[in-house]
């Protein structure tokens, strides 16, 4: 058990000194949550088609287009399991002491702390563009810690995806596939509520959705009513996913 | 003297039709080096990864230090490091970071963890580039920060596979002599898969020949030379003959086992060539016998695998493609 804490943390750490070393991909996939909130937002705004209540388009979407970034990064993370596969990096890990279930609940919330970097990019942008954040550090700390959380959950997707994909041109492909309709039936873009009725229901088990409602709950409406429904749901979303993938990853590596 | 690995009637079959592993038995004394030496997809890594606790057995029973490794694999795993075939270090981060992340897995204590690292770094020859990042590193940097790694910790075994492929032979040696005095001074057994003759010839105490799943045959390096038939001294005769008395005086010498002459030659097979030379040359010049030359050919390892294994061991491609494959991984 002591030797699987220590796993989780070091994963961490390892991420962070690759963070220390290029940020690279960081910066590139920045890009697409800032076309939405720089472009997107204001046009969309312009003709005021969706009802967001009292806040302006581009605020409500900030949170969604943000936690569209961080589950895209994070479901790719899974590619860099299936490179590991490739390369000695998994074999070896496997023949430490560790178990192989904190081996993969390790590497996949190490993909949070990649997230969290390109949460910390996109803020800025969104400061800039004058969308207006709750102002309170507590809250702030809070939605960044459940992205964090969340991300494990969604990099262990991935992870389910790669032991089936012996290839990375099948898995590039796979994410797109699973990437797009998460997006577009959560309430990233629109509130749930002009959803058509099949939406809704798939809405309902969508975790993107829960992410999204609670960071913006944190982030942007100050509305915490959800809260503890969005945590719970995250909660079991990581751990079906964490359950999922550690049996799978036998397959992996097979 | 403790037994190191211990396999009992091990069979591996993949997606219930590719066999392996075929029964494989095999008994290792701590503190040896160990070489298993087989053609592509023998089952030398197979049987690595079963030791290793990474694959499951289909049938029958391996013990590492009296521990099953399907049964007790969180045990055997704080006994063993390893180094696999494919590249097992991160490319993006230092070599320094890489044996840092290593050592706080295996949980070396804080205080000690810089000294063991600077250590294995320059055991390695690698102190000049510990900041590098592994990304600028040549393949056989790469390796020998790999194998740096496995000496981190001081493990009861160590697994190797393949170790030295695609290193120049100067890198080669620096690998070895380390290993050697590494093993010398913990006690270590070194168990490692490899394609050169010469390396298992020069660095290990004991080798086993394993082919399509099975050990064919295993021992000393010079046990195994010697199965193979023995050492064979020509004589060139100058166009003397000799007379069947010699011959019958040559085979009654110890060591000798055959004796063959025509006009021209003389072949003596012998376990022992030096000694035989000697006391043959003593009876030839007693009778006379004028020489022009005489040559000493002794079996390799190369003619002890194709007699078991049936092929020679095609190494040239082989490495080369490996290399290829840990370049493109390195790139990226």
């Known amino acids: 058990m ?27 996939r920045a890009v697409q949550p800032i076309l ?27 949170p969604g287009v943000l936690i569209q970034s961080t589950t895209f990064l994070c479901i790719f993370y899974g590619l860099m399991m299936v490179w590991e596969r490739d390369s000695g990096i998994l074999k070896k890990l496997l023949v430490t002491p560790a178990s192989r279930y904190a081996t993969v609940i390790g590497r996949s ?13 996109v803020i800025p942008v969104a400061l800039i563009m004058s969308v207006k954040f709750i102002p309170n550090p507590a809250y702030f700390i809070s939605a960044f810690v459940i992205i964090f959380l969340a991300s494990g959950g969604f990099a262990a997707i ?6 089936f994909m012996k290839t990375r041109e099948r898995f590039m492909g796979i994410g797109q596939a699973i990437i797009m ?3 577009f039936a959560s309430n990233a873009l629109y509130p749930v509520q002009i959803m058509p009725q099949i939406l809704k229901d798939f809405s309902a ?49 097979e | 003297m403790e037994t190191a690995v211990d396999v009992k009637n091990l069979v591996k079959v993949y997606n219930h039709k590719t066999r392996a592993l075929d029964g494989i038995d095999l008994r290792l004394e701590s503190g040896i080096a160990f070489a298993l030496l087989g053609p592509n997809g023998a089952g030398k890594t197979t049987l690595m990864r079963i030791l290793t606790t990474q694959l499951r057995p289909t049938t029958g029973e391996a013990y590492v230090f009296g521990l099953n490794v399907d049964r007790e694999g969180g045990k055997v795993r704080r006994l063993i490091s390893y180094v696999p075939q494919e590249m097992s270090v991160w490319t993006d981060i230092s070599g320094y970071e890489n044996l840092l992340i290593y050592a706080k897995i295996f949980g070396i204590p804080s205080h000690e963890r810089k000294q063991i690292i600077d250590d294995s770094l320059k055991s390695m020859g690698l102190s000049q580039v510990a900041n590098t990042l592994v990304k600028a590193y040549s393949g ?19 697994f190797l596979d393949e170790p030295t492929i695609g290193l120049d032979p100067s890198a080669k040696k620096v690998v070895w002599e380390t290993l050697t005095s590494f093993k010398k001074e913990y006690g270590v057994t070194v168990f490692f898969n490899t394609h050169y003759m010469d390396e298992a010839d020069l660095y290990s105490d004991r080798i086993a020949i394993i082919d399509k799943g099975k050990i064919v045959i295993q021992g000393t390096a010079n046990e195994l030379k010697r199965s193979v038939g023995g050492e064979t001294i020509s004589f060139d ?13 040559i085979r009654g010498l110890t060591s000798v086992r055959d004796v063959m002459a025509n006009s021209t030659e003389l072949n003596i097979i012998s376990e022992n060539a030096e000694t035989t030379l000697v006391e043959a040359m003593e009876i030839l010049r007693i009778e006379n016998i004028p020489l022009e030359k005489i040559s000493i050919m002794k079996p390799t390892l190369d003619d002890v695998f194709l007699k078991y294994a049936g092929s020679r061991l095609e190494t040239t491609g082989r490495i080369s493609e490996v290399t290829h494959t840990r370049d493109m991984i390195r790139r990226g």
């Open chain 1, 2 to 28: 002591r030797d699987s804490v220590r796993n989780f943390f070091v994963m961490i750490e390892l991420e962070l000194r690759r963070l220390r070393h290029d940020r690279t991909e960081l910066y590139f």
């Open chain 1, 36 to 62: 939405w909130i720089v472009i997107f937002g204001p046009v969309m705004s312009g003709i005021r088609a969706i009802p967001t209540g009292n806040i302006p388009y581009t605020d409500f979407i900030t």
């Open chain 1, 109 to 121: 919330m190490a993909s949070g702390i990649r997230a969290i970097f390109q949460g910390l990019i």
């Open chain 1, 158 to 163: 991935s992870i389910l995806a790669a032991s």
């Open chain 1, 181 to 183: 309709p998460l997006f």
């Open chain 1, 205 to 253: 088990f969508n975790p993107l959705s829960y992410v999204v409602d609670a960071v913006r709950g944190l982030l942007i409406t100050g509305d915490l009513t959800n809260l503890p429904i969005d945590l719970a749901a995250i909660a079991i979303f990581d751990v079906i996913l964490f359950i999922l993938a550690s049996v799978s990853f036998k397959r992996i590596i």
């Open chain 2, 140 to 158: 056989g940097m790469v390796r020998r920060l790999e194998i740096a790694c496995a000496m981190l910790i001081k493990p009861k075994i160590m």
């Open chain 2, 237 to 249: 005769l100058a166009g003397n003959s000799i007379n069947e008395t010699i011959i019958q005086k």
